[in-house]
């Protein structure tokens, strides 16, 4: 039998096979799709209560400011640091000793005394996560500045 007959042949010999297996199929429905379901629910955000700073100076008059949102910044160290501000940016926490309520955040500080209100501010950003104390150590020096100045005046 020559093969072009042959192909033919089978060919008719399958279609009718086809044929009966498309009119034997049981139609199925497509599944279902899923019930539309919420968008995943957000947990409540967390709110931290604030938490008693207590700060302490051995010298009387010492104003404690902050800056409520400090920069931070990376040292070479691998630490962190506050990068410098402006003084007006620092607000007027209290004059020590005094306990204040603080959010629990990181906070710049900084420390003054006396009429000059000059700053003298932390560098180290200082952390507030639950109950703590500040101590301030003031070395006033300005009695010896005043006899170096008088020393170097009268020679």
Same mark, same amino acid.
């Given at each position: ?36 379901? %919420? +968008? =995943?629910? &957000? ?6 209560? $604030?938490?008693? /700073? ?6 009387? !008059? ?22 410098? %501000? +402006? =003084?007006? &940016? ?6 020590? $000793?005094?306990? /204040? ?6 906070? !710049? ?45 009268? !020679?």
């Amino acid at each position: 039998m020559p093969r072009p007959l042959l192909a033919a042949l089978l060919l008719l010999l399958a279609l009718p096979a086809a044929a009966r297996a498309q009119d034997n199929e049981i139609p199925i429905a497509p599944p279902d799709p899923p019930p539309p379901s %919420a +968008a =995943p629910s &957000r947990p409540p955000p967390v709110r931290l209560r $604030p938490v008693t /700073v207590a700060f302490r100076a051995n010298a009387p !008059g010492v104003r404690v400011h902050y800056l409520p949102d400090p920069v931070l910044e990376d040292t070479p160290a691998g630490g962190v640091r506050v990068r410098r %501000a +402006a =003084p007006p &940016r620092y607000s007027l926490l209290c004059e020590a $000793p005094c306990d /204040v309520e603080l959010p629990q955040s990181h906070f !710049g500080l900084a420390f003054s005394r006396g009429e000059d209100g000059r700053l003298i501010r932390s560098i180290e950003p200082f952390g507030v996560d639950g109950r703590t104390g500040v101590r301030v150590r003031w070395d006033d020096r300005a009695g010896e500045r005043l006899a170096g100045l008088l020393t170097l005046a009268i !020679g």
